[in-house]
Structures are given as structure tokens and as C-alpha cells.
């Protein structure tokens, strides 16, 4: 069963970094975009950063400046580099892929569990 793992969630103080990693599970051939994207207590889920395969990327204005991105194709795995953390950055972080492909599925749209990011001032 092919899946998303996120890894690297953890508490900080505010202006602290943390890198997250996504790892698709093996039997998974290409994966077009990825991205993070986070939910906080009370509130929807929203786009934090996006990838697609071509390395061109997308942010919340929230976090540009802050936050980066990357990707490894070979691996299938997706990062998110956080710097100068703020308390209002504290929720859970979900990967996200789109246009999953596998030996015999294509499969849209696939999330990770979630890593819980928790940001003390």
C-alpha cells in the first residue's frame, strides 16, 4: 500500500528552525506536485508550499521568506525548511502529492498522517 510519512515535527521556541521530511513509500514511479500543508486548532487546513516536479514552487505569503521548500525526484521526498519559527506556525503539518504513480494506479491525491509542530514563545 503506497503511502506518505511526514517525519522531523516537534516543540521549539519562537525564532528556532525545524526541516520536515515526506517520504512516499516504494512501488510509488513519479509523483507531479507536492507540498505542505498545515491545520491549526479551530482553523481549515491551508497551503503552507507547493513543488511540482520541475522544481517550480508556490507559499502562503504567511510564510515566504521564512519557509523553503525542496524536493528529491529520485527519492520521492518532499522538505520543508522552517526558519524564524512563530508561535502562530504551531499545527499540524500534512504532506500532499498530486498525480501519484504507480505500476498499476494513478492515483490523484494522497496525504501523509501529519506531524504535530508546536511553537512556544
Known amino acids: 500500500q503506497v503511502r506518505l510519512v511526514e517525519s522531523g515535527g516537534g516543540l521549539v521556541q519562537a525564532g528556532e528552525s525545524l526541516r520536515l521530511s515526506c517520504a512516499a513509500s516504494?512501488?510509488?514511479?513519479?509523483?507531479?506536485?507536492m507540498g505542505w500543508y498545515r491545520q491549526a486548532p479551530g482553523k481549515e487546513r491551508e497551503l503552507v508550499a507547493s513543488?511540482?516536479?520541475?522544481?517550480?514552487?508556490n507559499y502562503a505569503d504567511s510564510v515566504k521568506g521564512r519557509f523553503t521548500i525542496s524536493r528529491d525526484n529520485a527519492k520521492n521526498m518532499v522538505y520543508l525548511q522552517m526558519n524564524s519559527l512563530k508561535p502562530e506556525d504551531t499545527a499540524r503539518y500534512y504532506c500532499?502529492?498530486?498525480?501519484?504513480?504507480?505500476?498499476?494506479?494513478?492515483?490523484?491525491?494522497?496525504w501523509g498522517p501529519g506531524t504535530l509542530v508546536t511553537v512556544s514563545l
Open positions: 500532499h502529492a498530486e498525480e501519484v504513480r504507480t505500476a498499476l494506479h494513478r492515483i490523484l491525491k494522497m
Open positions: 513543488i511540482d516536479s520541475g522544481g517550480s514552487t
Open positions: 516504494e512501488g510509488i514511479f513519479s509523483i507531479n506536485a
